[in-house]
């Protein structure tokens, strides 16, 4: 009986993967951003140079930035590469190359890689009953946020996803050295996932090496010895060859600056307009107040951080502030280390690492809410939480899809996910007794899932914010404040995203 549901399940989730597949191949011809070539140019850094010149080659100013196991990643596409194109691996004559054959190749190479995303889903829900597995399956596979940012504006977000999946999934089971063994892979593919290595870190010291001093010694040399065989294949060749410093600096370039050309929906948005009100407020009291020639209404930021009257912000200041926002789950995760929470717990402290952390990418925002799409299943209030903030995340990478095609585009999937979420919850979540109760008198049949008015209220100003920067301001001002749309979508979304963090944070501590 149970394999005939698990066979049920496989089918559902793999036709979900073909709906999703069909939509990724209809968006082949759209806008591309400079990641697009970015990923071009490690393909033809990978294949044209030997290994020891990979993370210092300077031909493109798209340098190589990621840890190895990408390189090495990338380095395996580039042979098929070659042979569909050679010019795609051509590390001169290549660069800008946007021929079809580039643009088919690396968009199938992301779907395929996608792959690992439904392998991780399946293996994570394949326990979990049937209503709560599809809905899980259709949140991640149909992630409106990973088709933006995957399959239009073009990342591997969803390959590394489906590691972190993968991870989970084995942290769940109980079988803790394969879940830490395939977070290690994670960190080797994208050091960005390190915001939840304390969380990893924790658990598994608690829940797997506590077991006496004997049993407890010997499972945390495994533990390490495992950790560090990773990280010896994935760096030890650059340390052989005398480039790990070379490696690293590539890997944390400090000085880009505290916020990223997009600004990201976070803490530092409320710290930035604080400074730039301030100032203005200061000079028309009459006071000399310097005004730095970087400015964050511009998009790019320098090698610091050009605040006026607040105190600069460092790198070290926010890998503080991540850490002491954190703190509250590492001590919930030693204190009861439960396997079903680890989920939770994950999502939580990339959620930290979003608001209060250095340089931080919009579409970081994947980190948190993949994983939260799990746990919305586990409770009504969980549920009306990730509706919340899965709308506003979604609706927060708008502007990396600026081109007026794509448009319909990112209104449709975020209008498709709504729904989607609105009746999967509304189905998972209905009040069985009153239902059948309902059906017997032949009256209206109600759901437990409803929004309050607060966030109904809150979602609905998304739709005005989306008028005045998409409409509004380029009627009335043309090109003039040109930074106050971005600026808008980012402060509303911040707002939403920092009550999801207080949410989250409520949430643990109870």
Partial sequence: MDHGKNGDGRHLLLWFFAVATSVKLLLIPSYRSTDFEVHRNWLAITHSLPLSEWYFDESSQWTLDYPPFFAYFERFLSIFAHLVDPRIVDLHSGIGYSADSVVYFQRITVMVSDLCLLFGVY???RKVEPLKRNLICALVVWSPGLLMVDHVHFQYNGFLLGWLLLSV????????LLGGFLFAVVLCFKHLFAVAAPVYFVYLLRHYCWAGLATGLRRLLTLGSVVVAVFAAAFGPFIYSGQIQQVISRMFPFGRGLCHAYWAPNFWVFYIILDKGLAFSLRKLGFDVHVPSASFTGGLVGDSSPFAVLPQITPLTTFAMV???VTP??????RKPQPGLVARWIAYAYTCGFLFGWHVHEKASLHFTIPLAIV???????AKHYFLVSIVSCYSLFPLLYEPQEYPIKV???LLHSMVMWLGFTALYSDEK??????KEGGEIKSKFEIGCVEKSYLMGLVLVEIVSQFLHPYFLGDRFAFMPL???STYCAVGIMYSWMWQLRKILT
Avoid: H, N, P, Y
């Fill in 169 to 176: 999934s084995f942290l769940q089971d109980g079988r803790d």
């Fill in 123 to 125: 293996r994570l829900t």
């Fill in 487 to 489: 600026m808008l979508i």
């Fill in 412 to 414: 449709l999937l975020l």
């Fill in 323 to 325: 850490l002491l926002a």
């Fill in 376 to 382: 919305a299943v586990q409770s009504l209030e969980d």
């Fill in 329 to 334: 789950c590492l001590i919930k995760a030693w």
């Fill in 434 to 439: 009153a239902l059948k109760k309902e059906k």
